[in-house]
């Protein structure tokens, strides 16, 4: 059993900046793909970046390519950040970090282990 937990939401500007983190109970970059998603009010969740286990390679929704960054501390092998930058309101969700027996993917259903989500507020 995997326990995510994540850190970092909070209240920002648009135009603004977060990180957040990710923590997982185990090492588990050598077994796992890493994503993240997020669930804005009154909508589906949907996926925001995946990143593999080597950390090599990462994916990354339309919507927030170019703005956010998704990161792996591979000293630790237990920790996954999402770096969010040139927030908008329409960033405003609960976001939740996850883990994949593949190696990368950006299917919600490809994943096992999932966080209770942090919630970032953008506002304008």
């Known amino acids: 059993q995997v326990q995510l937990v994540e850190s970092g939401g909070g209240l920002v500007q648009a135009g603004g900046s977060l990180r957040l983190s990710c923590a997982a109970s185990?090492?588990?970059?050598?077994?796992?793909?890493m994503g993240w998603f997020r669930q804005p009010p009154g909508k589906e969740r949907e996926f925001v970046a995946a990143?593999?286990?080597?950390?090599?390679?990462?994916?990354y929704a339309d919507s927030v390519k170019g703005r956010f960054t998704i990161s792996s501390d591979n000293a630790a092998k237990n920790l996954v950040y999402l770096q969010m930058d040139s927030l908008s309101p329409e960033d405003t969700a609960v976001y939740y970090c996850?883990?994949?027996?593949?190696?990368?993917?950006?299917?919600?259903?490809?994943?096992?282990?999932w966080g209770r989500g942090t919630q970032v507020t953008v506002s304008s």
């Open positions: 996850a883990a994949t027996r593949s190696y990368i993917s950006n299917l919600s259903n490809e994943y096992v282990y």
């Open positions: 185990v090492r588990t970059f050598s077994d796992y793909g």
């Open positions: 990143i593999s286990w080597s950390g090599g390679s990462s994916y």
